[in-house]
């Protein structure tokens, strides 16, 4: 439904939203000490996250996908550090870099909107222009 009428952008944001959502679900596991439900948590955030890597354009965002494609490597390496220590912190460190990045699309979206409208571009098309770095 709402993946169905998404742009682009919004189906990336979306993404970051699923990932941010499931681990910090997996923290409250992980404060109950539940390493079924961690696990299974922190799972789903990965699997976000190798979405995200596989949808990269490196052709289209060169230095950008790359920078991408190391950092989600890096939240893999991260997360499952995680999930195998129950180390909180390396959790939390990548939920903060969710966020920002989730942050910086919902910006770029937001500035892809205000151009296509003054450019006089319907409001779904404009956004499609502004996603070298992603294939979705």
């Known amino acids: 439904t709402q993946v169905g009428t998404a742009d682009r952008l919004q189906l990336v944001i979306m993404l970051y939203d699923g990932a941010i959502s499931f681990l910090g679900q997996a923290k409250?596991?992980?404060?109950?000490r539940d390493?079924?439900?961690?696990?299974l948590l922190i799972?789903?955030?990965l699997d976000i996250?190798?979405?995200?890597n596989a949808s990269l354009n490196f052709q289209a965002g060169r230095e950008l996908a790359t920078n991408l494609f190391?950092?989600?490597?890096?939240?893999?390496?991260?997360?499952?550090?995680?999930?195998l220590?129950?180390?909180l912190a390396a959790l939390e460190e990548v939920l903060a870099m969710l966020t920002q990045l989730r942050e910086a699309w919902v910006e770029v979206s937001h500035r892809a909107r205000?151009?296509?409208?003054?450019?006089?571009?319907a409001a779904n098309t404009a956004p499609r222009r502004n996603l070298g770095s992603l294939r979705v």
């Open 28 to 32: 409250e596991m992980m404060a109950a």
């Open 35 to 39: 390493a079924a439900g961690k696990g």
């Open 43 to 45: 799972g789903r955030a």
């Open 49 to 52: 996250i190798a979405e995200l």
């Open 70 to 83: 190391h950092l989600y490597n890096f939240m893999t390496s991260h997360l499952t550090k995680a999930n």
């Open 85 to 87: 220590n129950w180390d």
């Open 114 to 121: 205000r151009e296509g409208e003054e450019n006089g571009e």
